[in-house]
């Protein structure tokens, strides 16, 4: 168990809906990524957040957003969802007090699958 | 740009057996990060073993070794002792601390262990 949470497991929905995946980080860490693992595309960074900030911003389309609130849970929201989006999201965490490498904690994926 | 090759797309070990993943990086950063992960069919990630680019010495976990040549830009993953449990995908990834640490992930090596 690495520590960090991220609920739905799965989710089903169809085409030109919004869903919002939720991650809550391990204890202590500060910054949370997004990735997206898809069959076509593989494990692609989508967005970084640090303390409540954006810090970096990879391949993410315009239809998807995230936030990190005060808790540091963070949320990823992806709208106008097309087939394509069907994909494994995976949060990451890592920056907490005492890390000596920069290992990033992998929750256990959201399997979004677009109708 | 920044990337991982892992060029080999699927690979076949006696059990008992040694078995190296092949890994290569392209980054002109003087410090970075490389990392493996192991993802089993039932699709988490987990961390295998970390090489920072100033260690002079090659990373070493249980069973697991990191074979870092700096000056070819590769950094293999060596699977001593394969265990049937050993049969999954591996990536391999690389964080830049220039750019807020996210991860730049390989192809992926399918892995499988033959009793």
């Known amino acids: 168990d690495s520590g960090v949470t991220q609920t739905p497991k799965h989710l089903i929905t169809a085409t030109g809906q919004r869903v919002t995946l939720r991650c809550s980080p391990r204890?202590?860490?500060?910054?949370v990524y997004w990735y997206q693992q898809s069959l076509d595309q593989g494990l692609q960074f989508l967005i970084q957040y640090y303390n409540g900030e954006e810090r970096a911003k990879g391949n993410i389309l315009e239809r998807f957003s995230a936030q990190q609130f005060p808790d540091l849970h963070s949320e990823l929201n992806l709208s106008s969802l097309e087939l394509g989006d069907s994909a494994l999201y995976f949060c990451?965490?890592?920056?907490?007090?005492?890390?000596?490498?920069?290992?990033?904690?992998f929750g256990p994926g959201t399997r979004l699958t677009v109708l | 740009a920044q990337k991982i090759t892992q060029t080999q797309p699927g690979m076949f070990v006696q059990e008992k057996e040694a078995v190296t993943l092949d890994c290569t990086y392209d980054?002109?950063?003087?410090?970075?990060?490389l990392f493996w992960y192991k993802q089993p069919s039932s699709g988490e990630m987990i961390f295998l073993i970390y090489?920072?680019?100033?260690?002079?010495q090659n990373a070493t976990e249980g069973r697991y070794s990191l074979n870092f040549q700096k000056a070819r830009k590769s950094a293999n993953l060596v699977i001593s002792a394969s265990q049937l449990g050993d049969s999954a995908m591996y990536f391999c990834a690389m964080s830049r601390p220039a750019t807020g640490n996210q991860f730049y992930f390989g192809t992926g090596t399918s892995l499988t262990v033959i009793p």
């Open positions: 090489q920072g680019s100033y260690d002079e």
């Open positions: 980054t002109s950063d003087q410090s970075y990060g």
């Open positions: 990451a965490s890592s920056g907490g007090q005492g890390q000596t490498n920069n290992e990033q904690f």
């Open positions: 204890s202590g860490d500060l910054s």
